[in-house]
């Protein structure tokens, strides 16, 4: 049975941000399309009451789950999922988080028993009120489907913001009984009744027209991502649609604590490792990456674009053997599409991409293996995380683990 390191990981991030000296300068208009979106994130920012994380969890304790998650990795580490990075990244400028497992099943119907079954639990005292739900989850829907259903009036993407409701209703069936995007906006209005801003991931396919749905219900806020230069990423799906933008650039660091989101200038995941992602950079670093790159076998790159992505999964473990590949030829077989913002951004980091562990490696002249992401040469660096899955939960703070100012304008309005 895992160690529960949820407690561990609010304290080291109350002790960051007891560190910190709030500053007006936080809160530039620039990141914010609205002053209400500004208000809510620094009405959430400003307040002691935790964060509910929504996703899945493999190392930190969820709220709602009553047995242990963690498992062990061969070298005494334990495992981490998706949500104990956003966790930890959200624990590095706000004082407590509270991480709550969704379905690891995911589509449209459990997400709707989701954000009932939290709703239920934040109203029934369960879960203490939160100060913001942070949610790095896409429910993505494409414009091109909401304008078969929009007649002589279809929505542009640069109306999409104002003509949200008009979006919203065409989604829903206009709140149409048994239609679970329409039940997923009963639960946000609960949440929204109870003072309660959520904050979601906006998506990572720009320029395509695939935007989150979660982001049309009132009192949701969809996140974009800035990039290493403070700019718009322009991987951040439908950016008319987005409330905030804040910094989607992570570089997860193995220390002899555990894993770092903040350069191994603190520990954020106690008692963490990323065994997988060691090795990658251990047998593949200072190789010539023609010597090592594998193919993607036949049967894979051949499965139709539409095919599954737990039957591409499937495949893949089964017919692939761990090593380098090139990173459009794995992307590819993954099943996204090459002009999408996902395999447009993973390019942009690099042409070679290590199975199953995901880390990419760029080149030096000489055709020779590197990783460094941050270009610093600091050592420990293992897990490059780029996306607005990773923004969404740095809306406190200026930078990704770079102990950024709290807002605090709601205290002073």
Known sequence: MAPNFASGLIFVGALAVAAWSPTAGASEDSRYASVEAQRAVASACASSAPFVVLDTFA???????????????????????????????????????????????????????????????????????????????????????????????????????????????????????????????????????????????????????????????????????????????????????????????????????????SGGRRVELPGASLPEERQAIEAFAGRKAREVVLEVPHEIASLPRAAPVYLRTRYMHAAMQPGLYRTEDLLAAYGYPRDSGNFVRALEQGPYMHFPSDTIFAVDVDGALRFDPLGDGTPGQVKLQDATSFAAPNVCAAEAGDGGPRLTAAARE
Do not use: C
Request: glycine share 10%; hydrophobic share 40%; aromatic share 4%.
């Open 59 to 261: 190392l930190l304790k969820p709220v709602n789950i009553d047995d242990e998650l963690g498992e062990t990795n061969e070298d005494g580490g334990s495992r981490i999922g998706h949500g104990d990075v956003v966790a930890a990244i959200v624990s590095a400028s706000h004082p407590a988080i509270a991480p709550y497992q969704i379905d690891p099943v995911f589509n449209v119907r459990t997400l709707a028993r989701d954000f009932r079954r939290l709703a239920d639990d934040i109203e029934g005292g369960r879960v203490p009120k939160p100060a913001a739900v942070v949610s790095a989850i896409v429910l993505p829907v494409s414009l091109r489907e909401v304008n078969a259903r929009a007649g002589m009036r279809p929505v542009p993407a640069s109306e999409i913001s104002v003509r949200r409701d008009e979006v919203r209703a065409l989604v829903t069936g206009r709140g149409a009984p048994g239609n679970p995007y329409a039940e997923i906006d009963r639960q946000l209005a609960r949440l929204r009744a109870g003072g309660t801003p959520v904050f979601v991931a906006a998506g990572n396919t720009g320029p395509d027209d695939l935007f989150n749905v979660l982001a049309l219900s009132d009192g949701v806020y969809a996140v974009g991502a800035l990039d290493r230069e403070g700019r718009e990423a322009g991987y951040t799906s439908a950016p008319d649609l987005v409330s905030v933008w804040s910094n989607g650039y992570v570089v997860l660091t193995d220390t002899a604590e555990g894993v770092s989101v």
